[in-house]
């Protein structure tokens, strides 16, 4: 059986907070993995509230450096100082990111010490890959560096235990090597692993933040099993959300349909539709039905 995926957003706001949105931050758990993409004002109490341990954090991917991004984490930094975190913390950001993280935290007496690696990505492409899982990023237009972000699951060879039950093999660690594609001898016979096994596709969630239309959002989105996507402005606002390089909810939509993807999810909504999210989901949903609005505190499994 799959390990999980599973999706946390702890902010869904734009610019400023709601009473109902905190700034954005999404947390993806997968395995022994905690990957938090942006950290905005406030995450780590919306951690506590949704009873997650900042201390299991692994990775951290910055998609640009305005305020409503990262305003978090200074504060988050300071608590898993404080809270004995033993983990390498591996921060992943725009050109810029390694110095932009020592001003902020050159603003404040910081008590304590983690280790923290930082690299910078400049191009687009996958900036990390192991027997999991990989990660990419793509560059965005916006009115600072601006990336998006894929993380796809590796593909899984799986055995067919039903199958093998019926030429007498049960669960042992012979199965282990037909899992990893061998063929093993059983009773005077050889059992061919491809005869008896299966591929299972692997997740692909991206994450596109801040950003004006441009090719490289279809590009990253491309058979997405799901696009979490910015989605600032409705539509009789697009030429407010080209100038402040933002996207409407048809655009977050238009790119989805494009990509082929099975799943929109919407964020980061400005503060007007506190109120009316409906209005933004119902723009999207004329041009790609399988949208949803995220709320914060909204978890989500694949």
């Not at 799959?2 to 734009?14: A, V």
């Not at 796809?152 to 007498?168: F, P, S, T």
């Not at 059983?186 to 239309?213: L, P």
């Not at 441009?214 to 696009?227: Q, R, T, V, Y």
């Amino acid at each position: 059986m799959r390990k999980m995926i599973e999706l946390n957003f702890l902010g869904t706001s734009q610019a400023i907070p709601t009473a109902k949105r905190n700034h954005t931050a999404i947390l993806l758990k997968y395995l022994d993995e905690a990957l938090l993409i942006d950290c905005g004002e406030g995450t780590q109490r919306q951690m506590r509230i949704a009873k997650i341990n900042p201390c299991k954090l692994t990775r951290l991917l910055i998609t640009h450096w305005h305020g409503d991004h990262i305003l978090g984490i200074p504060g988050l930094l300071q608590t898993l100082a404080l809270n004995g975190y033993n983990r390498t913390l591996h921060v992943y950001g725009p050109k810029g990111t390694k110095r932009y993280f020592e001003l902020i935290l050159s603003m404040f007496i910081f008590e304590g010490k983690i280790k923290v690696v930082i690299e910078e990505i400049d191009k687009d492409g996958i900036f990390i890959e192991n027997e999991k899982f990989s990660l990419s990023a793509y560059k965005m237009i916006h009115a600072a560096p601006c990336l998006s972000y894929v993380f796809k699951e590796k593909d899984k060879r799986r055995v067919n235990m039903q199958a093998l039950r019926k030429i007498g093999l049960k669960p042992s660690p012979i199965i282990a090597e037909i899992q990893k594609g061998h063929n093993i001898k059983h009773e005077g016979k050889t059992i061919n692993a491809e005869k008896y096994t299966f591929f299972q596709k692997g997740k692909k969630i991206c994450f596109i933040m801040d950003t004006a239309i441009n090719a490289n959002c279809i590009k990253a989105a491309e058979n997405s099993d799901l696009l979490i996507s910015e989605a600032t402005y409705a539509n009789e606002l697009e030429e407010k959300a080209s100038e402040n390089k933002h996207l409407t909810a048809k655009q977050a939509a238009d790119i989805a349909k494009k990509a082929k993807v099975k799943e929109l999810i919407i964020t980061h909504l400005s503060q007007r539709y506190e109120e009316i999210p409906e209005i933004i989901l119902k723009e999207a949903k004329k041009v790609f039905s399988n949208t949803k609005i995220a709320h914060d505190f909204m978890s989500v499994q694949l």
